[in-house]
């Protein structure tokens, strides 16, 4: 057998995909590979979106990188090789379209498109029917795939909203930065709970005296600021997630007197000063690995995130798993509503995939189609197939998506792949040579033991995990 190959006998009935994104295309070719009849709806030109140009699949909206290509080092690098190894034609095709960016997989948007396209619609068992699916798929669909991406048309949200039990689907996408607990100096942080409340150590904290908190305003009030797209800029702020630059305009005091609050609080390295304001961070996965910056959602530009925030003590060398973003979305708080197999638990006919399931970035959206696809065809041959196992880059991320490596699941928020989200390993102390690591050197030693754990588990997993 082949890898990326899932023996099965097949129903007769085809697997209804929603939505020729990424997602939605990766979700087809892991079916049809396996030897299911397929039919992907997608809604363009019919009904257009606000973001996309043509009527070809797996249009790329935005950016052409799907970013490192570095399997040994980088977490999106080894979700790209896991799927190569899971016979992805996504990867396929930005392989073969591949254009010179460093370490990079970068592609030609249109001949990436294109070669996406042909795959799909010349595979014998891949029907692909124009029009928009307004409402709930038909009863008689009893195994579908949704992978309408961020983009959802407002009928199927609304029609996905009635059944999932939820009061609301998230239009307004809040993201706080997070990044990695082992980057934090803490020399300079703590723990400690405001009031020792809790646990009375449950967050991180970042002490600022008066001279640093009024940098630090300048600098989030003169920082670049990405603008919102035309289609966005009707969409409101929430006065609960307003980003932190838009609270500092409303003045001075008004972060000290909100998120960056310094009361309840000692400095267990010098006890006898008070600070002047305080910023906190909150675990954000069961493994302690990852922290979010508490109250820091913004529109700061990458580059100004970076500089502004490695510039609160303790942060100086912080390494982020996540930057910040304010922007119009929908996505599912997948912990709650969907199952380890990404069913949604009120109605399991409907399955989903891509971004519309809490994933950020191409290649992640992918990697949901690709496992979607996987637990479909398993339901579809009414045999079992487990979840990848989550020391592998896609468990990981189907961990996050489904809650299992989530603090709270009421704060589900969005998430590209990275190390943060894996199973830690013991960091080794010495090189092959006995030389001691220090250092990045460190960093690197320990992160290619967990790509090389995770390329043994996927091969396993690919080989014989699926039915």
Known sequence: MAAG????????????????????CEAAWQCAGAGQDVIIHEMRPDRGTDAHLTDKLAELVCSNSFRSDDHENNAVGLLHEEMRRCGSVIIACADAHKVPAGSALAVDREGFSAAVSKAIEDHP????????????????????????????????????????????????????????????????????????KGDGADYINCPMDKDQYDAFIDALLAGEKTQFKEWEKDTPYFDGCLPIEVMAERGRETLRHGP?????????HDPTVKSYAIVQLRQDNALATLYNIVGFQTKLKYGAQQEIFR????????????LGGIHRNTFLNSPVVLDNTLSLKAQPRLRFAGQVTGVEGYVESAACGLMAGRFATASATQRPLESPPDTTALGALLAHI?????????????????????????????????????GKDK???RRRLITARALDDIQKWTLTGAP
């Open 5 to 24: 190959e899932i023996p099965a006998t097949m129903t007769n009935k085809p697997i209804h995909i929603i939505g020729g994104g990424l997602a939605g």
């Open 311 to 322: 510039t609160i003590p303790g942060l100086e060398n912080a390494e982020f798993a996540r």
């Open 443 to 445: 960093t690197r030693a």
């Open 260 to 268: 960056m609050k310094p009361v309840g609080l000692t400095n267990p």
């Open 402 to 438: 489904t809650g299992g490596h989530l603090a709270e699941k009421k704060s589900f928020q969005p998430m590209n792949i990275n190390f943060g989200l894996f199973p830690p390993m013991e960091t080794p102390k010495v090189d092959e040579n006995g030389k001691r690591l220090r």
């Open 125 to 196: 068992l891949i029907q692909v029917e124009r029009g928009e699916i307004a409402g709930l798929p038909p009863e008689d669909w009893d195994n579908v795939i949704i992978a309408t991406g961020p983009l959802t048309s407002p009928a199927l949200g609304e029609a996905i909203l009635s059944i999932s039990g939820e009061d609301s689907l998230a239009f307004f996408d809040a993201i706080a930065p997070i990044l990695h607990r082992d980057s934090i100096d803490f020399d300079t942080a703590w723990f400690q709970s405001r009031y020792d």
